[in-house]
T-cell receptor
Framework: AQSVTQLGSHVSVSEGALVLLRCNYS??????LFWYVQYPNQGLQLLLK??????LVKGINGFEAEFKKSETSFHLTKPSAHMRDAAEYFC????????????FGTGTSLTVIP | KAGVTQTPRYLIKTRGQQVTLSCSPI?????VSWYQQTPGQGLQFLFE???????NKGNFPGRFSGRQFSNSRSEMNVSTLELGDSALYLC?????????????FGPGTRLTVT
């Protein structure tokens, strides 16, 4: 079975500070990994995805994530937080054993303090 | 290219009634997945349709059903509504539903059961 764990349901950072949102996956086979963002009253928007082409993945809005197989992690980072980054962030995994079925983490709510 | 659309955006129903939600995927996308999102349970997978066939199904009671039409549009039906069915229902589409394909989400239908 595949699953993801997002450590920290709430993260607060100051504007301009580093953003680090944690995601660990559980899979016996290297999976496909995704980060999505959800703004209030909206659907999910894809930030970036990992599909084994490169371990460091760059996404939209200045976000990037690094796949670390040894740590089974796919943490999301952004060097400098903006107020507009305040939202809910979801890590998701899919893999060879699940077809296109996605498994989502429980989400991390990011607050940016001015 | 138009994104995933969902209708209606908001719905209020009474316990015991049934409801049908509609999803139009991005043009050319053949896979449609449905998710239920609640504050307590997060994002839960309902089912996925590909070329009019249900390919994956989550752990929901039989009151939840769906279908997909030849133009890839999908509907989701919930019969005998319960208070606990109040949630944001999200639809997501992907191109070929191949491994690693990202999902694109609609804005969701907010269902309130009273």
């Amino acid at each position: 079975a595949q699953s993801v764990t997002q450590l920290g349901s709430h993260v607060s950072v100051s504007e301009g500070a580093l953003v680090l949102l944690r995601c660990n996956y559980s899979s016996s086979v290297p999976p496909y990994l995704f980060w999505y963002v959800q703004y209030p009253n909206q659907g999910l928007q894809l930030l970036l995805k990992y599909t084994s082409a490169a371990t460091l993945v760059k996404g939209i809005n200045g976000f990037e994530a690094e796949f670390k197989k040894s740590e089974t992690s796919f943490h999301l980072t952004k060097p400098s937080a903006h107020m507009r980054d305040a939202a809910e962030y979801f890590c998701a995994v899919s893999g060879p054993n699940t077809g296109n079925q996605f498994y989502f983490g429980t989400g991390t709510s990011l607050t940016v303090i001015p | 290219k138009a994104g995933v659309t969902q209708t209606p955006r908001y719905l209020i129903k009474t316990r015991g009634q049934q409801v049908t939600l509609s999803c139009s995927p991005i043009s050319g996308h053949r896979s449609v997945s449905w998710y239920q999102q609640t504050p307590g349970q997060g994002l839960q997978f309902l089912f996925e349709y590909f070329s009019e066939t249900q390919r994956n199904k989550g752990n929901f009671p039989g009151r939840f059903s769906g279908r997909q039409f030849s133009n890839s549009r999908s509907e989701m039906n919930v019969s005998t509504l319960e208070l606990g069915d109040s949630a944001l229902y999200l639809c997501a589409s992907s191109f070929l539903a191949g491994l690693g394909d990202e999902q694109y989400f609609g804005p969701g239908t907010r269902l309130t059961v009273t």
